[in-house]
């Protein structure tokens, strides 16, 4: 089981934003309870957020998205459809503000820097809707891949390696 990293264990050289922020195809949250990712069962159930909004809004898509991230300041998300399949089952997405005084940096995973962890129940502030996933992305510069089933394993492998060969496959997809 990990460490819980409390708001005061923040390193003092990570500036403590003043909101962080979630994205979600949910819109009628009421509270953020921790849960387990399943991308990562290793780690202890959290509510997961960043204070970097273009992150936040990129994971409104993680319903669709099979991969995704940085790699060299790129953001990308890579879906398994086609466009057109999933420009159809686009329902838009929702941005939650959160208070951010239960919430630490999830040091050493994820977005490093870029994604705190509250392990306590949490009340959003606000929601902000948006009528299409597609049009954010692209909209903010992330790098939008429709991929196949076969790509989805090749790129899992190349997360988990060298960020040039991965940006070099993300390059020969455009």
Known sequence: MNEKLQPETVDSKIERPPYVYHGSVDGDVVTFVPRSATERPDEEAAVYASPNIEIAKQS????????????????????PLTKENFIKKDTGGYLYKLPC???????????????????????????????????????QGTEVYFITSKQV??????????????????????
């Open 60 to 79: 409104m898509a993680n319903r669709f998205v099979t991969n995704g991230g940085v790699v060299n300041g790129r953001h990308f998300v890579c879906i």
């Open 153 to 174: 394993g090749e790129i899992e492998q190349l997360q988990d390696g060298d960020p040039e060969e991965l940006e070099r496959y993300l390059n020969a997809l455009k």
């Open 101 to 139: 005084d239960s919430f630490a940096p999830n040091e050493g995973r994820g977005f490093g820097d870029d994604e705190w962890v509250s392990y306590e129940d949490v009340h959003p502030l606000s929601v902000e809707y948006f009528p299409s996933l597609y049009d954010v992305l692209i909209g």
